[in-house]
């Protein structure tokens, strides 16, 4: 099949097609919105980054034992582009996938995935349960409690940040500024 750049509405679709979740749903939204905050931040296509935020977690409902696996194959039937492809796999580098973030795009979602976790588990505990008016400093002090959100994994997120070259805090900040922008769609 040729390669065509996906449009939003097709990965929308895409997604939806593979996933009833409302909770993987809401995470996809949670990732897009920090992905075209950060793609902004360092002048990069925010579309494009949204796109591949949006569509990362594509096969983890139904096929979670092929997870990135299955999402390679599916967007590579489809004719979406190597770059968007490569991207998806990459963000489960050491956990699924052997493909190491490379690029910028790369290694954002690779950092984003799971703190977007973090900072959602910290929000719902918040007497708002809203990102709105969530600081870095509230999530780094959950941050130091492993037992809270203990199914984020922690090394994930330091490494990425430290691919990125930014501090945690920073990127937490960042994040929360991405999700802040999608607040409605992840009901935070």
Request: glycine share 6%.
């Amino acid at each position: 099949m040729q390669e065509h750049t996906p449009t939003y509405d097709e990965a929308l679709s895409l997604l939806k097609e593979f996933n009833e979740s409302d909770s993987l749903l809401k995470h996809a939204y949670a990732v897009e919105g920090a992905m075209r905050y950060i793609a902004r931040k360092m002048g990069q296509d925010d579309e494009k980054w949204g796109i591949v935020g949006l569509v990362h977690d594509l096969d983890y409902e139904r096929f979670p034992d092929q997870h990135c696996k299955k999402s390679k194959e599916v967007l590579e039937e489809r004719g979406w582009p190597e770059e968007y492809v490569r991207a998806v796999v990459s963000h489960g580098w050491d956990v699924c996938s052997d493909i190491e973030p490379e690029t910028d795009m790369e290694k954002t979602l690779y950092a984003v995935d799971e703190l977007t976790g973090l900072i959602n588990a910290v929000a719902i505990v918040r007497p708002s349960k809203s990102v709105t008016d969530l600081e870095a400093k509230s999530v780094m002090k959950k941050w130091k409690d492993k037992s809270f959100a203990a199914g984020v994994n922690r090394s994930v997120i330091e490494q990425g940040a430290a691919m990125l070259g930014v501090e945690l805090r920073e990127l937490i900040t960042d994040v929360i500024m991405g999700m802040r922008e999608v607040a409605d769609k992840i009901g935070l």
